[in-house]
């Protein structure tokens, strides 16, 4: 018989050796994980006793938990259906709903399967989305028990945190009607409250908060149940959230009439015992770990998020002035001293976070919500003689647009003083960021602006002056102004070309000048009304400067002059401009900019019906077609006028000043110039003058042809 074909030698046994010992490391639970790289950033380690009690809080989960896995055929099936609601296509909402039913009778009894399966947990998540509140419990119920393992797997965390963002509604649905929301059909079924759920889940996680709080997965899902259990907004106002990684993916899908409540952006009422949970939830994640290795917490990826939401709900949901006091909450834990004097210990801490790209969002939460006696002592310890120097930094720069956020008027003054000299090295390093929290926070305090407007007119300056398309960084505005601008320093002639987000923040300080009426919003008004055409066509395709041009065309500071002046540019390119997804939104905006100015509105509308064939072939020209009401245009122009005439009107119109106007005032000394409407009216009075006499004139010359003699026929003999 042939021999077993077999590998011999000592560096195949070692192979089968380590190979040996990875599966029996992968068999492991995984446990906890290194921090070694973010904690050197801190240089902080924990102590003996902190590592002892962290390790103490590992969960105990069992070595053989195992829910099963779907077979292909399961597979491919719940594929195809995560798909089918991905599309959506279906004919009406009975189908949809009919086609839900199903797919959860089809999922009973698996979903613990489908939540770990890398290709279906989709397929839950979107369930989650779309079912019903009866539904949610009974998925919800279906995880008790199992939520331990689920926050800690790459797939599964997933569904735990859908599970708890959609279920949270049902709560506060419950406490308003008072009735029992999602109650079983079977009468011999154990109603359960939506309360009660999260309150399982709660407990189910509470002995493992010292470990799950920096795990890769389960620091998630943990987020989203404290923020929960908070009565927070579940969906943010701003970008920025503590609740998702940016590199989150959506999975998002439209919501049916089945789904009788929404998240919303709004705080929620929760019941007491939730506020009960979550304090404990933060005493129990911070309790028996050390001072020291809570503060390395502040630079650990994942430890930082959570570290935040803590400080926040500790700060914002409970009297701040018991969180003060006591010793023992997060916050004095973070900073014992009330004097942040140079070389106390809650002064070292923040001068060690505030330049660290991790530890400075911590600083921005004590900045946000800290107590105001505690803010103010650390304004004037700190800060205030440092904020110049820090505003430079492209980190310590958002602290310190926090601490502006919280100056009063005077402090504010003061702290523009201080950072107007440094505008020009912001502006050359495109810090500005600072700049703009400045002028909106010199709005809300009513503060003076003129002098940042001349610290920002000499950073942007160029042979005319102010210009905005240095401001913008637009690749087309460059070219054209270096020809009429002084030569780039040396620091930047081999600067690295603009980032999309230093065109952004640049756009976005572009738009909160136009917000301040005076001398910061005429800067750009005059700067755009100087451009030419071509460069005026290439702004409004820019999807960042573009919104400059909105906000400035929108602006009620805006001039009748500025917005005909402007909009008139863009004749002859209405159409192209209505098919381009940036340039589509300016047509939007001159609807609002042609108040005042009914004429242009209808000589835009002329332009866009002459390409109405590529509108309607285009879903951005489709848009700029509805929003400017052209099929009552097409069908009904004179109803199209009346409504355009009644909304935009030209009771304000003004004429542009002619060139000569100053020499012809010369001339004429004191002679009075005579408004656009009254020369207007002069216009339409001689015209109807004229008028009047050429039917005069007809009817006389009638009247000549009557009183003459006609001929007289001849006689036939």
């Given at each position: 018989?042939?021999?077993?074909?077999?590998?011999?030698?000592?560096?195949?046994?070692?192979?089968?050796?380590?190979?040996?010992?990875?599966?029996?490391?992968?068999?492991?639970?995984?446990?906890?994980?290194?921090?070694?790289?973010?904690?050197?950033?801190?240089?902080?380690?924990?102590?003996?006793?902190?590592?002892?009690?962290?390790?103490?809080?590992?969960?105990?989960?069992?070595?053989?938990?195992?829910?099963?896995?779907?077979?292909?055929?399961?597979?491919?099936?719940?594929?195809?259906?995560?798909?089918?609601?991905?599309?959506?296509?279906?004919?009406?909402?009975?189908?949809?709903?009919?086609?839900?039913?199903?797919?959860?009778?089809?999922?009973?009894?698996?979903?613990?399967?489908?939540?770990?399966?890398?290709?279906?947990?989709?397929?839950?998540?979107?369930?989650?989305?779309?079912?019903?509140?009866?539904?949610?419990?009974?998925?919800?119920?279906?995880?008790?028990?199992?939520?331990?393992?689920?926050?800690?797997?790459?797939?599964?965390?997933?569904?735990?945190?859908?599970?708890?963002?959609?279920?949270?509604?049902?709560?506060?649905?419950?406490?308003?009607?008072?009735?029992?929301?999602?109650?079983?059909?079977?009468?011999?079924?154990?109603?359960?409250?939506?309360?009660?759920?999260?309150?399982?889940?709660?407990?189910?996680?509470?002995?493992?908060?010292?470990?799950?709080?920096?795990?890769?997965?389960?620091?998630?899902?943990?987020?989203?149940?404290?923020?929960?259990?908070?009565?927070?907004?579940?969906?943010?106002?701003?970008?920025?959230?503590?609740?998702?990684?940016?590199?989150?993916?959506?999975?998002?899908?439209?919501?049916?009439?089945?789904?009788?409540?929404?998240?919303?952006?709004?705080?929620?009422?929760?019941?007491?015992?939730?506020?009960?949970?979550?304090?404990?939830?933060?005493?129990?994640?911070?309790?028996?770990?050390?001072?020291?290795?809570?503060?390395?917490?502040?630079?650990?990826?994942?430890?930082?998020?959570?570290?935040?939401?803590?400080?926040?709900?500790?700060?914002?949901?409970?009297?701040?002035?018991?969180?003060?006091?006591?010793?023992?909450?997060?916050?004095?834990?973070?900073?014992?001293?009330?004097?942040?004097?140079?070389?106390?210990?809650?002064?070292?801490?923040?001068?060690?976070?505030?330049?660290?790209?991790?530890?400075?969002?911590?600083?921005?939460?004590?900045?946000?919500?800290?107590?105001?006696?505690?803010?103010?002592?650390?304004?004037?310890?700190?800060?205030?003689?440092?904020?110049?120097?820090?505003?430079?930094?492209?980190?310590?720069?958002?602290?310190?647009?926090?601490?502006?956020?919280?100056?009063?008027?005077?402090?504010?003054?003061?702290?523009?003083?201080?950072?107007?000299?440094?505008?020009?090295?912001?502006?050359?390093?495109?810090?500005?960021?600072?700049?703009?929290?400045?002028?909106?926070?010199?709005?809300?305090?009513?503060?003076?602006?003129?002098?940042?407007?001349?610290?920002?007119?000499?950073?942007?300056?160029?042979?005319?002056?102010?210009?905005?398309?240095?401001?913008?960084?637009?690749?087309?505005?460059?070219?054209?102004?270096?020809?009429?601008?002084?030569?780039?320093?040396?620091?930047?002639?081999?600067?690295?070309?603009?980032?999309?987000?230093?065109?952004?923040?640049?756009?976005?300080?572009?738009?909160?000048?136009?917000?301040?009426?005076?001398?910061?919003?005429?800067?750009?008004?005059?700067?755009?009304?100087?451009?030419?055409?071509?460069?005026?066509?290439?702004?409004?395709?820019?999807?960042?400067?573009?919104?400059?041009?909105?906000?400035?065309?929108?602006?009620?500071?805006?001039?009748?002059?500025?917005?005909?002046?402007?909009?008139?540019?863009?004749?002859?390119?209405?159409?192209?401009?209505?098919?381009d997804p940036s340039a589509s939104h300016v047509i939007d905006a001159v609807w609002a900019g042609t108040s005042g100015l009914a004429f242009i509105r209808e000589r835009i509308a002329e332009e866009l019906a002459e390409n109405e064939a590529a509108l309607r072939g285009s879903f951005v020209g489709r848009n700029v077609w509805r929003n400017w009401e052209m099929d009552l245009y097409k069908r009904r122009r004179d109803t199209w006028v009346k409504r355009s005439r009644q909304g935009a009107?030209?009771?304000?119109?003004?004429?542009?000043?002619?060139?000569?106007?100053?020499?012809?005032?010369?001339?004429?000394?004191?002679?009075?110039?005579?408004?656009?409407?009254?020369?207007?009216?002069?216009?339409?009075?001689?015209?109807?003058?004229?008028?009047?006499?050429?039917?005069?004139?007809?009817?006389?010359?009638?009247?000549?042809?009557?009183?003459?003699?006609?001929?007289?026929?001849?006689?036939?003999?």
């Amino acid at each position: 018989m042939p021999k077993e074909n077999k590998k011999r030698g000592r560096r195949e046994e070692k192979k089968r050796k380590r190979d040996d010992e990875d599966e029996d490391v992968e068999a492991v639970p995984r446990t906890r994980k290194s921090r070694k790289s973010a904690d050197d950033a801190f240089a902080v380690q924990p102590s003996p006793a902190a590592t002892h009690d962290v390790d103490a809080a590992k969960p105990t989960t069992e070595e053989n938990y195992w829910v099963g896995q779907l077979d292909e055929e399961e597979q491919e099936y719940f594929r195809r259906a995560s798909e089918m609601l991905e599309l959506n296509q279906f004919s009406n909402p009975e189908e949809r709903m009919l086609f839900l039913e199903n797919l959860h009778k089809e999922v009973h009894g698996k979903e613990l399967k489908i939540a770990h399966s890398q290709g279906c947990s989709r397929l839950m998540e979107r369930l989650i989305q779309l079912a019903t509140p009866a539904q949610l419990k009974s998925l919800f119920q279906t995880f008790i028990g199992n939520f331990l393992n689920m926050v800690q797997h790459r797939f599964a965390s997933h569904c735990c945190e859908a599970i708890f963002i959609h279920s949270a509604p049902v709560v506060s649905h419950e406490m308003r009607e008072g009735s029992k929301t999602g109650a079983p059909s079977d009468p011999n079924e154990v109603y359960v409250t939506m309360e009660s759920l999260f309150l399982y889940a709660a407990n189910e996680l509470e002995a493992n908060l010292g470990y799950l709080i920096t795990d890769r997965y389960a620091s998630h899902p943990l987020r989203v149940l404290l923020v929960v259990l908070s009565g927070m907004p579940l969906e943010p106002t701003s970008r920025r959230t503590l609740l998702h990684s940016r590199k989150k993916e959506s999975n998002a899908v439209a919501l049916g009439a089945e789904n009788t409540e929404t998240v919303t952006p709004e705080e929620r009422v929760v019941p007491q015992h939730f506020l009960d949970e979550a304090q404990k939830i933060i005493k129990l994640s911070i309790s028996g770990l050390e001072t020291t290795y809570l503060r390395a917490l502040a630079t650990h990826q994942t430890g930082n998020p959570i570290l935040q939401l803590l400080l926040q709900l500790e700060l914002s949901k409970f009297s701040k002035s018991k969180v003060a006091k006591d010793g023992e909450t997060l916050f004095r834990r973070l900073l014992p001293d009330d004097d942040f004097t140079e070389g106390s210990e809650s002064e070292r801490f923040v001068k060690g976070l505030i330049y660290d790209p991790i530890g400075s969002r911590l600083v921005e939460t004590i900045v946000e919500h800290a107590p105001g006696k505690v803010f103010k002592s650390l304004y004037r310890s700190y800060f205030k003689d440092r904020i110049a120097q820090l505003a430079r930094n492209d980190v310590a720069g958002y602290v310190v647009c926090k601490v502006l956020e919280r100056l009063s008027k005077d402090d504010l003054e003061e702290a523009v003083k201080l950072v107007i000299p440094q505008i020009p090295s912001l502006v050359e390093r495109n810090r500005t960021s600072v700049i703009k929290t400045l002028i909106e926070r010199c709005v809300v305090r009513d503060a003076d602006t003129a002098s940042l407007a001349t610290a920002l007119e000499a950073s942007y300056a160029g042979s005319n002056g102010f210009e905005i398309a240095r401001l913008l960084k637009l690749s087309e505005v460059a070219s054209e102004s270096t020809m009429s601008s002084p030569p780039p320093k040396a620091s930047q002639q081999h600067r690295a070309p603009t980032s999309m987000p230093e065109r952004l923040h640049s756009s976005l300080l572009a738009q909160s000048m136009l917000t301040v009426p005076g001398t910061l919003s005429d800067l750009v008004f005059d700067s755009l009304a100087r451009l030419s055409t071509p460069l005026s066509i290439a702004l409004a395709r820019d999807p960042s400067a573009s919104r400059t041009l909105q906000a400035a065309l929108k602006s009620p500071s805006a001039s009748l002059i500025f917005r005909r002046k402007m909009i008139q540019r863009f004749y002859g390119h209405i159409g192209e401009m209505a098919l381009d997804p940036s340039a589509s939104h300016v047509i939007d905006a001159v609807w609002a900019g042609t108040s005042g100015l009914a004429f242009i509105r209808e000589r835009i509308a002329e332009e866009l019906a002459e390409n109405e064939a590529a509108l309607r072939g285009s879903f951005v020209g489709r848009n700029v077609w509805r929003n400017w009401e052209m099929d009552l245009y097409k069908r009904r122009r004179d109803t199209w006028v009346k409504r355009s005439r009644q909304g935009a009107g030209n009771d304000g119109f003004m004429s542009f000043p002619e060139k000569n106007d100053g020499a012809a005032d010369a001339k004429e000394g004191t002679k009075k110039h005579k408004s656009a409407l009254e020369l207007a009216r002069e216009r339409h009075f001689l015209d109807k003058k004229k008028k009047d006499k050429e039917e005069q004139k007809k009817q006389k010359i009638g009247k000549e042809q009557e009183s003459q003699p006609q001929p007289q026929e001849a006689s036939v003999s």
